[in-house]
């Protein structure tokens, strides 16, 4: 069955590529905000999108239960939305003071080994907590669908897209204009002297994990509520995804990790159009040797000078 | 005699920073040639050019005639170019007559086939190379250390093991980055003389940086003085020490705290 | 032979070596079945153990991708003694031919990848290894994807084929040796300083004259070619090979195996690969928390013994001992 480019269809792969870009966005700049940071690749952030969205899970589930979801879906969604990311800004917290602090001054290697075994670890905590059943999310909202001219967009897709570019643009204005913000962005560029400026730079580094691990579980939560099945590996490969984004848009760039999110979405969105589904995942690791290989700095290029 | 080293028109720039502004440098074979500048004059980064450990970002490098741009650093090694670091860059957990067989590398052949195999070839040229080592070691007064982590030895020693390690890729041209820093006087007496007898026991090209007047004044054939990444002064110690650009460098347009190159009869300035 | 544990010191290396050969040699008939069968497992994951140690231990390079080589040997072998082309090479023509295919395929993908820096090469590695599964599970015609190469032939000593755990543990055993044997006399060679020095000071190496891309490209492959051999042999065993079978999982056990067993250092590979392979086969029933342990011994073991339960001793490179009273 060929695929035949009708502007309907353009305008749908349109429309889901904004939509996954977006959720690739958010879980990106956990990646970019850690590395510019810490210079490091935090492996278990997927972990901490999956924590975030079992979390939203527990809510919805709790408020169905109480019988307060369906006379306040949108409420329900907020404190969804609130208790992921409560739970994953604790655990990122967390996961830095245990797995990543003790090793700052360690060799390169080791911040890297010891984040694979904290992902491994949460994966498997989730795994005993589920019991190895897959979970679904409660039914908050029913998708429905909105015709404007060509495009199809489900009530799903705007609150993603418009979620995700708020959030994004609230992230921005955060970093740029408040004094935290600027903080942080100090000790990106150089920590010794953001230390002698009098910022205290632990904390500096606890606020950037925890707003990192909170647009992720945002992000978890989109998820399972667009495609409501969730299980204990489902940050594995968005997260391997949403590394590739930030190193597209230029690792430790925050822009550079929106846009490289948002490119990956369309790319794949309209990659699917030209090969067989199943190596759709393929598309952003092949992205990711490409991009490493010939233009490591990414797009909007790395910000922060090489570490040796 | 055509010189040893040339640099023609080198230049080295960190994005906007100019480290090294169309230097033409000559180094004549078999001199002893001390390079000084106050902090920031693009001493190290010479020597990282020279080395292949950053880029050059236009001009050229020649060493005995060959053109040294594009090559990697061990490449550069294998041509006869060795260096010692300012901050000691020894292999920590090695022992000293490891560190030195490191150097040896270049000069040696086994591969993979040899590994696995220890053929007689194999097993010859580890002997040769073994005894060699510890000849670099005598000569530097470590043989009784030789077996000891370099993480271990003393701070002196330690210099003169990564002078040492430098030695064992067979170089035409020493570079020595700071070799006495740290160092007590009767240690950089030591040192100094160490440094003559290698140049003149193994046929050497000693370029040196230094910050101890009395070490560059008194080691020293000709002595050149960066400032900024440009050459302010050139000639004999003695010349060079009463240039006025070189005091001005040293003292500032403003009075700075940096003072000028003593002469060897003065107390030598404080460590920057 | 300087032994790390001082127990041995009094015990002539020779001696001690005999014995253990013999103690391993004997166990099969007396263990059984299962237990070669488990044994035989540890053994596999040994031989991949020595291998990764090679790139990560020796080399420093951290590859998260290492069962796509594990992967490529398997099914090299796999295609060409199965139905499922009619072929029947013999095993013994193949295992070469397996290590030369995985040799390859490191020496390809090491050109492009190595010159990154150590996290970017894990992650390039990693996905690398994905792309590999992703290929097997869909390249129907050759692999058969998902429903994986059934009836895969054993390997045979003359007539006798090698079919039953108790044969399979002493050819196994035969490859732990070799592996064992060769990862050593790389480790105190030229090459092995060359790998050391890189792994301390990559700068101060590459200035003492290594030629540092070259040494990676060295180890990468050499450690891919461990995998091969494993994999045809995995192959062989299973008699059966699915894609899954090739996943991020393995090569994240047989890191984990390194990093707590200690790398860079032959005896800690090989006591990692008990511990972890071996433990959880004798306290059966815990198994959803192996992972969750190996999850935590990663982290625990990286903050407060980064160099492993049975670090790298210090040896002095080959035939080189001065004489020199100790």
Same mark, same amino acid.
């Given at each position: 069955?060929?695929?035949?480019?009708?502007?309907?269809?353009?305008?749908?792969?349109?429309?889901?590529?904004?939509?996954?870009?977006?959720?690739?966005?958010?879980?990106?700049?956990?990646?970019?905000? /850690?590395?510019?940071?810490?210079?490091?690749?935090?492996?278990?952030?997927?972990?901490?999108?999956?924590?975030?969205?079992?979390?939203?899970?527990?809510?919805?589930?709790?408020?169905?239960?109480?019988?307060?979801?369906?006379?306040?879906?949108?409420?329900?969604?907020?404190?969804?939305?609130?208790?992921?990311?409560?739970?994953?800004?604790?655990?990122?917290?967390?996961?830095?003071?245990?797995?990543?602090?003790?090793?700052?001054?360690?060799?390169?290697?080791?911040?890297?080994?010891?984040?694979?075994?904290?992902?491994?670890?949460?994966?498997?905590?989730?795994?005993?907590?589920?019991?190895?059943?897959?979970?679904?999310?409660?039914?908050?909202?029913?998708?429905?669908?909105?015709?404007?001219?060509?495009?199809?967009?489900?009530?799903?897709?705007?609150?993603?897209?418009?979620?995700?570019?708020?959030?994004?643009?609230?992230?921005?204005?955060?970093?740029?204009?408040?004094?935290?913000?600027?903080?942080?962005?100090? /000790?990106?560029?150089?920590?010794?002297?953001?230390?002698?400026?009098?910022?205290?730079?632990?904390?500096?580094?606890?606020?950037?994990? /925890?707003?990192?691990?909170?647009?992720?579980?945002?992000?978890?939560?989109?998820?399972?509520?667009?495609?409501?099945?969730?299980?204990?590996?489902?940050?594995?490969?968005?997260?391997?995804?949403?590394?590739?984004?930030?190193?597209?848009?230029?690792?430790?760039?925050?822009?550079?990790?929106?846009?490289?999110?948002?490119?990956?979405?369309?790319?794949?969105?309209?990659?699917?159009?030209?090969?067989?589904?199943?190596?759709?995942?393929?598309?952003?690791?092949?992205?990711?040797?490409? /991009?490493?290989?010939?233009?490591?700095?990414?797009?909007?290029?790395?910000?922060?000078?090489?570490?040796? | 005699?055509?010189?040893?080293?040339?640099?023609?028109?080198?230049?080295?720039?960190?994005?906007?920073?100019?480290?090294?502004?169309?230097?033409?440098?000559?180094?004549?074979?078999?001199?002893?040639?001390?390079?000084?500048?106050?902090?920031?004059?693009?001493?190290?980064?010479?020597?990282?050019?020279?080395?292949?450990?950053?880029?050059?970002?236009?001009?050229?490098?020649?060493?005995?005639?060959?053109?040294?741009?594009?090559?990697?650093?061990?490449?550069?090694?294998?041509?006869?170019?060795?260096?010692?670091?300012?901050?000691?860059?020894?292999?920590?957990?090695?022992?000293?007559?490891?560190?030195?067989?490191?150097?040896?590398?270049?000069?040696?052949?086994?591969?993979?086939?040899?590994?696995?195999?220890?053929?007689?070839?194999?097993?010859?040229?580890?002997?040769?190379?073994?005894?060699?080592?510890?000849?670099?070691?005598?000569?530097?007064?470590?043989?009784?250390?030789?077996?000891?982590?370099?993480?271990?030895?003393?701070?002196?020693?330690?210099?003169?093991?990564?002078?040492?390690?430098?030695?064992?890729?067979?170089?035409?041209?020493?570079?020595?980055?700071?070799?006495?820093?740290?160092?007590?006087?009767?240690?950089?007496?030591?040192?100094?003389?160490?440094?003559?007898?290698?140049?003149?026991?193994?046929?050497?090209?000693?370029?040196?940086?230094?910050?101890?007047?009395?070490?560059?004044?008194?080691?020293?054939?000709?002595?050149?003085?960066?400032?900024?990444?440009?050459?302010?002064?050139?000639?004999?110690?003695?010349?060079?020490?009463?240039?006025?650009?070189?005091?001005?460098?040293?003292?500032?347009?403003?009075?700075?705290?940096?003072?000028?190159?003593?002469?060897?009869?003065?107390?030598?300035?404080?460590?920057? | 032979?300087?032994?790390?544990?001082?127990?041995?010191?009094?015990?002539?290396?020779?001696?001690?070596?005999?014995?253990?050969?013999?103690?391993?040699?004997?166990?099969?008939?007396?263990?059984?079945?299962?237990?070669?069968?488990?044994?035989?497992?540890?053994?596999?994951?040994?031989?991949?153990?020595?291998?990764?140690?090679?790139?990560?231990?020796?080399?420093?390079?951290?590859?998260?991708?290492?069962?796509?080589?594990?992967?490529?040997?398997?099914?090299?072998?796999?295609?060409?003694?199965?139905?499922?082309?009619?072929?029947?090479?013999?095993?013994?023509?193949?295992?070469?031919?397996?290590?030369?295919?995985?040799?390859?395929?490191?020496?390809?993908?090491?050109?492009?990848?190595?010159?990154?820096?150590?996290?970017?090469?894990?992650?390039?590695?990693?996905?690398?290894?994905?792309?590999?599964?992703?290929?097997?599970?869909?390249?129907?015609?050759?692999?058969?994807?998902?429903?994986?190469?059934?009836?895969?032939?054993?390997?045979?000593?003359?007539?006798?084929?090698?079919?039953?755990?108790?044969?399979?543990?002493?050819?196994?055993?035969?490859?732990?040796?070799?592996?064992?044997?060769?990862?050593?006399?790389?480790?105190?060679?030229?090459?092995?300083?060359?790998?050391?020095?890189?792994?301390?000071?990559?700068?101060?190496?590459?200035?003492?004259?290594?030629?540092?891309?070259?040494?990676?490209?060295?180890?990468?492959?050499?450690?891919?070619?461990?995998?091969?051999?494993?994999?045809?042999?995995?192959?062989?065993?299973?008699?059966?090979?699915?894609?899954?079978?090739?996943?991020?999982?393995?090569?994240?056990?047989?890191?984990?195996?390194?990093?707590?067993?200690?790398?860079?250092?032959?005896?800690?590979?090989?006591?990692?690969?008990?511990?972890?392979?071996?433990?959880?086969?004798?306290?059966?029933?815990?198994?959803?928390?192996?992972?969750?342990?190996?999850?935590?011994?990663?982290?625990?073991?990286?903050?407060?013994?980064?160099?492993?339960?049975?670090?790298?001793?210090?040896?002095?490179?080959?035939?080189?001992?001065?004489?020199?009273?100790?």
């Amino acid at each position: 069955m060929e695929a035949f480019f009708s502007a309907a269809i353009l305008c749908d792969q349109l429309i889901n590529g904004l939509t996954i870009g977006g959720i690739y966005a958010l879980i990106a700049l956990g990646y970019t905000l /850690v590395y510019g940071i810490l210079f490091m690749i935090n492996f278990a952030h997927g972990e901490i999108f999956m924590f975030g969205s079992f979390a939203g899970y527990a809510a919805l589930t709790f408020l169905l239960q109480h019988g307060v979801m369906e006379r306040h879906p949108l409420a329900s969604i907020l404190a969804a939305f609130l208790a992921a990311m409560v739970v994953s800004a604790l655990l990122g917290t967390i996961l830095e003071r245990v797995a990543y602090r003790p090793l700052r001054r360690a060799s390169r290697l080791a911040p890297l080994i010891s984040a694979i075994g904290a992902s491994i670890f949460l994966q498997n905590v989730m795994l005993i907590i589920i019991k190895g059943r897959m979970q679904v999310y409660p039914d908050v909202l029913h998708e429905t669908f909105f015709e404007i001219g060509w495009f199809s967009i489900s009530n799903f897709q705007i609150m993603i897209i418009l979620g995700s570019f708020l959030l994004m643009a609230g992230l921005y204005l955060f970093i740029q204009r408040t004094r935290i913000g600027r903080a942080m962005r100090a /000790v990106a560029e150089d920590r010794s002297a953001a230390a002698l400026m009098g910022i205290d730079v632990n904390r500096i580094i606890m606020i950037t994990f /925890v707003i990192g691990s909170a647009l992720a579980a945002a992000a978890g939560v989109m998820v399972g509520m667009y495609y409501t099945q969730i299980n204990h590996m489902m940050g594995f490969i968005p997260g391997i995804k949403a590394f590739t984004a930030a190193v597209l848009g230029g690792i430790g760039n925050v822009p550079g990790a929106m846009l490289g999110g948002l490119f990956l979405g369309l790319a794949e969105a309209f990659g699917v159009l030209f090969m067989p589904a199943q190596y759709k995942d393929v598309i952003a690791f092949a992205l990711l040797v490409l /991009v490493l290989i010939f233009r490591p700095r990414g797009i909007l290029g790395e910000v922060v000078s090489e570490k040796v | 005699m055509k010189p040893i080293l040339q640099t023609i028109h080198l230049t080295k720039a960190f994005g906007g920073l100019t480290a090294l502004s169309a230097l033409d440098l000559e180094i004549e074979e078999r001199l002893i040639v001390g390079l000084i500048g106050p902090n920031g004059a693009g001493k190290t980064t010479l020597f990282n050019c020279l080395t292949g450990v950053i880029p050059v970002t236009s001009g050229d490098i020649l060493f005995r005639g060959r053109s040294l741009r594009g090559l990697k650093s061990h490449q550069i090694t294998r041509l006869g170019i060795a260096r010692t670091f300012q901050n000691i860059r020894l292999f920590q957990d090695m022992t000293a007559f490891e560190n030195i067989l490191v150097g040896r590398h270049c000069r040696m052949q086994a591969g993979v086939w040899g590994a696995l195999s220890r053929d007689q070839r194999t097993r010859r040229e580890e002997r040769d190379h073994a005894s060699s080592s510890i000849r670099i070691l005598k000569l530097l007064g470590l043989e009784t250390i030789q077996n000891t982590p370099a993480r271990n030895l003393a701070y002196g020693a330690q210099r003169r093991l990564e002078i040492g390690r430098a030695l064992a890729t067979d170089p035409k041209l020493l570079l020595l980055d700071e070799p006495t820093a740290g160092m007590n006087p009767s240690e950089t007496a030591e040192l100094t003389a160490l440094i003559r007898t290698l140049r003149d026991k193994l046929d050497l090209t000693i370029l040196l940086i230094e910050h101890d007047m009395r070490v560059v004044m008194g080691l020293s054939d000709r002595v050149i003085v960066l400032d900024h990444g440009v050459r302010i002064a050139e000639g004999p110690p003695c010349a060079v020490q009463n240039h006025p650009r070189v005091i001005e460098a040293y003292l500032g347009r403003r009075g700075m705290t940096a003072t000028p190159p003593a002469s060897p009869s003065q107390e030598a300035p404080p460590h920057p | 032979m300087k032994s790390p544990a001082p127990l041995f010191r009094k015990i002539p290396p020779a001696v001690s070596l005999s014995a253990v050969i013999l103690f391993t040699a004997v166990l099969p008939p007396v263990v059984g079945n299962y237990w070669s069968q488990v044994l035989g497992d540890i053994g596999i994951y040994m031989m991949l153990g020595i291998g990764l140690n090679v790139v990560v231990g020796f080399a420093g390079l951290l590859d998260l991708g290492y069962v796509a080589f594990f992967g490529i040997g398997a099914y090299g072998y796999a295609l060409m003694a199965s139905p499922q082309f009619g072929m029947h090479v013999p095993f013994w023509l193949m295992l070469p031919v397996c290590v030369a295919l995985a040799a390859a395929g490191g020496a390809l993908l090491g050109i492009p990848v190595l010159r990154l820096r150590g996290d970017y090469l894990a992650i390039v590695t990693l996905g690398f290894g994905e792309i590999i599964r992703v290929i097997l599970n869909n390249l129907d015609p050759l692999t058969n994807g998902p429903r994986g190469l059934l009836r895969i032939d054993p390997p045979f000593l003359g007539a006798t084929p090698i079919n039953n755990p108790q044969r399979w543990y002493y050819l196994i055993l035969a490859g732990v040796l070799v592996a064992a044997f060769t990862a050593d006399r790389l480790n105190n060679s030229r090459i092995g300083r060359a790998w050391i020095a890189m792994r301390e000071d990559q700068d101060a190496a590459a200035v003492m004259g290594i030629d540092i891309l070259k040494y990676k490209l060295l180890a990468f492959t050499i450690g891919a070619s461990f995998a091969g051999a494993g994999g045809a042999i995995f192959a062989a065993r299973q008699g059966a090979i699915f894609p899954e079978n090739f996943s991020l999982m393995v090569s994240i056990n047989v890191l984990c195996l390194i990093i707590i067993g200690g790398m860079g250092s032959i005896p800690g590979v090989i006591l990692g690969a008990v511990v972890l392979i071996g433990l959880p086969e004798m306290l059966r029933g815990t198994e959803q928390y192996r992972m969750l342990s190996f999850g935590a011994l990663l982290v625990i073991m990286m903050i407060f013994r980064p160099s492993g339960l049975l670090p790298a001793s210090r040896r002095r490179p080959a035939a080189a001992a001065p004489r020199e009273p100790e």
